[in-house]
């Protein structure tokens, strides 16, 4: 079955930097890739996704990168906030329903 | 719109005892999934139902774990004979077209 990959467990920057976090996936037929956003004691919350079909999308400060080749996704957070501090998770699916998710970034973003 | 609305939000509960956990779909979603995260296993698919009909079950321990959605308006997943592994935050998800799905709160089982 599919394996997703979440390469940085953890990633501090200041605030107004980018932050990047890093996925990559084993399926060659997945073809939809979301982005969750996790806060503490919450459930997680849809911030992004790409589709195959695409390689880039953007939603105002956030964009996702998806090099099919590689195997490899991407979540670029531009002009980071504070309120940006969370838990990110990548995830991927197939052609079922069900995702397969990394195991989750905790992003700190400093003051 | 409430979002997707899990009840309890925190359950604990005895070795050997029984737990229902309750999931309301946002209202129009025709797919419900069932996954379960913990620190050492990370999120895990359980289940999906599409249409109140169960189509995926294949992360679903085979024993003392079932599901079932009887309306459209909510679903529960019951476990029984609870043994402390079980202990984990059981999330909800419901989706209108099986792409975005949109996350409950989680439900926190403790098993003593």
């Known amino acids: 079955g599919e394996k997703v990959e979440q390469h940085e467990s953890t990633l501090s920057v200041r605030e107004g930097d980018s932050a990047v976090i890093n996925c990559t996936y084993t399926d060659t037929a997945s073809s939809y890739f979301p982005w969750y956003k996790q806060e503490a004691g919450k459930g997680l919350h849809f911030v992004i996704d790409?589709?195959?079909?695409?390689d880039r999308k953007q939603s105002q400060r956030l964009i996702v990168l998806l090099d099919k080749k590689a195997k490899r996704f991407s979540l670029h957070i531009t002009a980071t906030q504070p309120e940006d501090s969370a838990i990110y998770f990548c995830a991927a699916r197939n052609m079922g329903y069900k995702l397969t998710f990394g195991t989750g970034t905790s992003l700190l973003v400093d003051p | 719109n409430a979002g997707v609305i899990q009840t309890p939000r925190h359950k604990v509960t005895g070795k050997g005892q029984e737990a229902t956990l309750w999931c309301e779909p946002i209202?129009?979603?025709?797919?419900v999934f069932w996954y379960r995260q913990t620190i050492v296993q990370g999120l895990e698919f359980l289940t999906y139902f599409r249409n109140q009909a169960p189509i995926d079950d294949s992360g679903m321990p085979k024993e003392r774990f079932s599901a079932q959605m009887p309306n459209q308006s909510h679903s529960t997943l019951k476990i029984q004979s609870t043994q402390p592994q079980d202990s984990a935050v059981y999330l909800c998800?419901?989706?209108?077209?099986?792409?975005?799905?949109?996350f409950g709160p989680g439900t926190r089982l403790t098993v003593l």
């Open positions: 998800a419901s989706s209108l077209s099986g792409a975005e799905q949109y």
């Open positions: 209202s129009g979603h025709s797919a």
């Open positions: 790409i589709r195959s079909n695409v």
